[in-house]
Each structure stands twice: as structure tokens, then as C-alpha cells.
């Protein structure tokens, strides 16, 4: 309500004066700056300003009534506030700018200015009031916050950039490896396939992507063993390793395929996706299987005349005259030792490529371990003169196992105590139960071996520092044991000091194929 | 002790003739065969009491010529020994029915005690 009329100006029942000061002060509390211009004076001076106006520009009122009010902007004066303020003024309408004004000091600070004209009673504009705020905090918090917005901005810009670049540089991996690789969901629809998939199966993508994985090219991938793989083993088993499957396809024949699959658990959208992995392995397993064939040939041919000298060597052997020299019979006994290092040397090599193409079979039997240990023992001793090896303890066991492959484990170890031990006489074989194997210790007195030897007494072709000039061999032999053990589920390990002798142990599993098997 | 025929089918030569003369310690009878084609008439003409077989041989191997001795009435439960250097002889052998198995190169001592098992 307007409470000036008629002359009267009165607030609370006193005198006019009295409620003018109460006005005053009352816009002097006021946290506001308010000032008020004379229009009908040349370039609106300042009439009146309050203390709150004098508190935020750092002006006293003396210093400033009279002038107009665009010494606030300094120097500062192509803001674009500035039109529209004299338009307000031009036109005798109210406006509100943000405009930059600078205090006493010369410091910036962020004046939110709302002008309104003051019309009399004709509606002539006579003053013009200035209500104003400093809003430098909040202009600060809001340029803080569009800066923080465009450096986020930015960043996301980086981030995307670098993850396109990085989507496109695995995309690039993907589609150079030589392996099939195919992302599925989990109703096993194909989501996508690389182009070695593609490649591979002479498909395009149209007729694989989209498309249930059974269902592709005829059906040609409704494979009973990859239905088991994906439905059976995934969801419990994850991940799925070096899975073989045999199968006939229509545009590129039998193929032997490895599977790797994986079930992508993490949370997400991708979720339950399923990996595979499909790598051709069919000329691979062709060409280990050429050259195991063509070891196996090797070997026949070379030990067909070997088998030949050694029988003409045992006839002859058989038909030593009376009168013959002694040379005569420790010659003859030399050359059958070579022929049977020869022969073993031909057995090793071979051993040795089928293990590394992985392709040792077990024939598991149940063996008689205590008769099977002494009968190996029988064997070595009949041809070791100089020593002595004796049996030691029982285990009463039936052991599930490849015998031909236990009894060459333990001649190989039996010869080579003997071999390793030429000025000792005695080897000692242990047998017993330990929990659910049976354990066998072959313990020589010969020359032992340094820490450094023992370490890598089982790699293929290691040869002792100490050893290697005088005694014969390849380094296969432990080799080949080692092997043999570990594909029983056992182990095989020695305990050697130098010049004390050594010590080969190796458990196995009574129930064949390792413990876990229950 | 009885003289019994021992017929002996090996296409190497050298092997033919080595374990001819150890068989011959023995004091048996031994027939010497390096083509296997022949083995059959061999067997019809000779009636030996032991077939020593090689397994690779050409044209008709060891194995193949195990199956036809298995399965023919006459001689079905003849001693037959496959001898080989194959590192599969033995299984070999052992599906085919063989009376025992030796592996080359073989042991004179073994040799005449795995026949002399079959013929005494």
C-alpha cells in the first residue's frame, strides 16, 4: 500500500519526520545497496545511497553523491549491461543486469543490479532506485561450476576418444588373431564372430551373426560334444580349456577343433556372454602325428639291424671256444654293453618326442608293486656284477598303473645309481605306503651331485657339470621318468649331496591316475 | 626231448638267419620264411608247433597274418610269438591274440625260454 498520500506520510502513528527516520534506517539495515538518482538532474546523479552501497563498494557517500553511478565500472565499460541499462533509463523501465563494477580499491565484484524508476504523481520519472547485490561468491561458484562442466566435458571428449581408440585397436586384435572367436548370449544367439571365424568356415557374417550357434550353416555346429561343453561344463566349470572336438563340416570337412570358452560373470550388460574361442588344430595334430610316425619308423629301421648284431653278438657270445683268450670274452661283453646303450639311446629319442607332442598313452593295469619292484631289481642285478642292491621294506599294494612305464622308471634309476656310483657297491631300494601312494627310494653311494645340478637334474638334455665327461648319456633318461611320474599323478625328486651319493624317490597314486580322482 | 618244427616269418634277412641259428640250440627244427605270402602254405605243408612272426612286413604283416591263423579252425590254437621292434608291438600282439610277445632286439636267454615254454 502506498504510504505516501496527501501530504502524510506516516508508519506508526507518529510525525512525518519521525517515520522518514525510521525509513532511513530501515534501508540502512538493509544488507542491499541502495542508491537513488535524480532524473531531472543532467546525468543522474546520485541522491541518496545507504550504508549497505557504501559497505560493498568501499565508497563513503560524500565521495559519490553527485556523481553518476557509472564510475562503478572503472575503466570496464563495453559490457553489454550497459545498453540495456540506458535503455531502462531512456525508456523509465525497470531492469535487472549482472554487471561487473569495481570497488574503491580497483577489486572486481559482481553486481547484481536491479534499477526501477521512482515516477510522481503526473508518472513523470523523477529518481531512479539502484537495489544491488554483490553476487562475486555466487558468480565465482557459477563460473567455477561452468568451468568444472567444460573441463568435464573435455574429459569425457578424452575419455570417449581414447576408449573408441581403444575399442579399435582390440577390434584390430580380434580380427588379426588366427583363432575363430564368437561372443554369444546366453540363449547361445551369436553376437558377433571375427573374421578368422568367417574365414575359417567359408561363412559370411550375415548368416552368422543374429543366428542361434547350432543353427549356423545348415546346422553344421549342432554338435552333440559342444552342446555338453556349453549347456553341461560352462555354467559350472568356468572357464573351459583346450576342449577337442572331432567333427565333420559341410564346406571344409572333418576339422579337429580346440574350444576355450569362458561365461562372463562380472554384472553388467555383458553378463552371461559367452567367449569361444575356436582354433583349427587339424593340421597341427597332422603334422605331430607325421613326425611321430615317422620316429616310430625310424626307430623300427634302426633297431632291425641292431637287433641282428646283438643276436649274431650273443651267438657268438655262446660259442666261445675253450682256449679263447680273455680279452676274447671282456671284448665280446663291451661291444653287447654298446649295442644295448645304442638300443636304449633309439627307446629315449623316442620317448622323448612323444612326450613333447604330448602323446604318451597310460594302459593302466593292476600291477603287483612289491613283484614288479623285485623282478626289475632281478633284471639290473643279473647284469651288475660289482654291486650289490638290495630291497628294503613292502608295501603289500596293488597299484594302478602303466607297468611298462613304472618298470622303466625304476631301470632307469637302478642304472643310474649304478652307473653314477662305479667304486660303490651297494644300492639300496626302499619301498612303502605313504597315505594313499606308494613310495620307492633308490639310494646310491656314488658321486652325488652340487645344489646347482640337482636343480635341473630333470629337464631334457641336462647334463651334470661333474658328470658329463665321465660318464656317457644324453640327459634324457630322468627326463622321460620325470614325465612318466607326473602323468601318473606322482612325483619325482632327489635328495644329493656332493661325494655322498644320491637319493631318487617318486610316489604314485595306488588308485591310478592321481589322487583327486578318488 | 621231442623235435619240434618252428616256423619263422621275418622279412629281414639278417634277423631270419640269426634267430635261425639260435633256435637251432634248441635242437628243434627251423623254418626259415622271409615272404610272408608263403606262410600259409608253410603251415599246410610243415604243420609246425610254433609260428615266430615279424609284424611290419610287406604285403601281408605279422598282425594280418595272426588274424588269418586265429580264425582259421586248423590252426586256431597254434603258439604263435610276435616278435617286433614297433613300439606298439606289444599291444599289437596282445588284440590280435598273440601267445606271447618278444620286443627287439630280443635276449638269447629270454628268447629260448619264451619258445621252450610252448614246446615242452
Known sequence: MNTFQKGKFLFSGTSTTESLELLTKALDASISGIILTDNNQPDNPIVYCNVAFEKMTGYDRNEIIGHNCRFLQADDRNQKERDILKKAIHEGTECTVDIRNYKKDGDLFWNELYMAPVKNSSGEVTHFIGVQNDITLRKKAEQDLRQQKAFMEKKVEERTLALRDSEA??????????????VLDPDFTVLSANNHFIKTFKVTTEETVGRELYALGNNQWDIPKLRELLVKILPTNNPVVDFEVEHDFPHIGRKLMLLNAYRIELEGSYKDQI???????TDRKEIERRKDDFLSIASHELKTPLTTIKGYMQVLQKNVPQNAPEKFNTTLEKISQYIDRLNNLISELLDVSRIQTGNIELHEASIDFDKMVSEVIEGIQASAHNHRIVLKGQTGETVLADESHIIQVLNNLLSNAIKYGPDSELVEVHISNVSEYVKVSVKDFGVGMNAEDKKRVFERFFRGTEVQKRFPGMGIGLYVCDQIIKNHKGTLWVESEKGQGSTFSFTLPKNGKGANNG | MDNKKILICDDDEGILD???????????????????????????????DLVILDLWMPVLSGDQLLSMIRNSPSYSNLPVIIISASTDGQEIAMNHRASAFIAKPFDYENLISVVNKFLD
Open chain 1, 169 to 182: 585397436f582390440l577390434t584390430s586384435i580380434i580380427e588379426t588373431v588366427r583363432e575363430g572367436l564368437l
Open chain 1, 275 to 281: 567367449l569361444l574361442a575356436i582354433e583349427d588344430i
Open chain 2, 18 to 48: 640269426v634267430l635261425e641259428l639260435i633256435l637251432e640250440e634248441t635242437g628243434h627244427t627251423v623254418i626259415p620264411e622271409q615272404n610272408s605270402l608263403n606262410v600259409r602254405s608253410i603251415l599246410d605243408k610243415h604243420s609246425p
